[in-house]
Antibody
Framework: QVQLQESGPGLVKPSQTLSLTCSVS??????????WSWIRQPAGKGLEWIGR???????NYNPSLKSRVTISVDTSKNQFSLNLNSVTAADTAVYYC?????????????WGQGTLVTVSS | DIQMTQSPSSLSASVGDRVTITCRAS??????LNWYQQKPGKAPKLLIH???TLQSGVPSRFSGSGSGTDFTLTVASLQLEDLATYYC?????????FGGGTKVEI
């Protein structure tokens, strides 16, 4: 059974870089069947896709965040990571990682449990 | 970006009711539409992909339909455990987007 687990600091200061890692078990990031994505959700609000990475290292980003986002993959550790720089309070959210199918309607399944990141001084 | 608009934003229903949630895309997305259920404090869970394909393990009271710009998620007979917020998501465009969500109260 595939499981994803987010990890990283729960508190980040404004203007600094938010860094999170998603550890994957039960599947290999080397698989060509999936993208590996990050999605976030501010408290009480909806879901916002941040970006995704393929096993080759190719990425796609949400245009609204593209200038601040980097997603990378470490296949040796079976992890992928998110860096979001120049954060503000508006980046406070629960951050999820998810596996995304590369075929059909490219659905997200499964998701990690999510990790809350607060941007505050 | 393709905008996804869900209606209603919230609804209240009783156990056993038939519930329908609508998702409208700002342009045609063929059948590149997925539905998720998010219970309070939990991660979203895939219910339906490709507009109408029920994910394995999801109760058959859930169904999806539509193509192009208009889609629906139907719960044939609402159960207490269906208390959740439901989101649609399009993957027609590489800039993936979600609907604003529909909160179902019982």
């Amino acid at each position: 059974q595939v499981q994803l687990q987010e990890s990283g600091p729960g508190l980040v200061k404004p203007s600094q870089t938010l860094s999170l890692t998603c550890s994957v078990s039960g599947d290999s990031l080397k698989s060509g069947l999936y993208y590996w994505s990050w999605i976030r959700q501010p408290a009480g609000k909806g879901l916002e896709w941040i970006g995704r990475i393929y096993n080759s290292g190719s990425t796609n980003y949400n245009p609204s965040l593209k200038s601040r986002v980097t997603i990378s993959v470490d296949t040796s550790k079976n992890q992928f990571s998110l860096n979001l720089n120049s954060v503000t309070a508006a980046d406070t959210a629960v951050y999820y990682c998810a596996r995304q199918y590369t075929y059909g309607s490219n659905w997200f399944d499964p998701w990690g449990q999510g990790t809350l990141v607060t941007v505050s001084s | 970006d393709i905008q996804m608009t869900q209606s209603p934003s919230s609804l209240s229903a009783s156990v056993g009711d038939r519930v329908t949630i609508t998702c409208r895309a700002s342009q045609s997305i063929s059948s590149y539409l997925n539905w998720y259920q998010q219970k309070p404090g939990k991660a979203p869970k895939l219910l339906i992909h490709s507009a109408s394909t029920l994910q394995s393990g999801v109760p058959s009271r859930f169904s999806g339909s539509g193509s192009g710009t208009d889609f629906t998620l139907t719960v044939a007979s609402l159960q207490l455990e269906d208390l959740a917020t439901y989101y649609c998501q399009q993957s027609y465009s590489a800039a993936l987007t979600f609907g604003g969500g529909t909160k179902v109260e019982i």
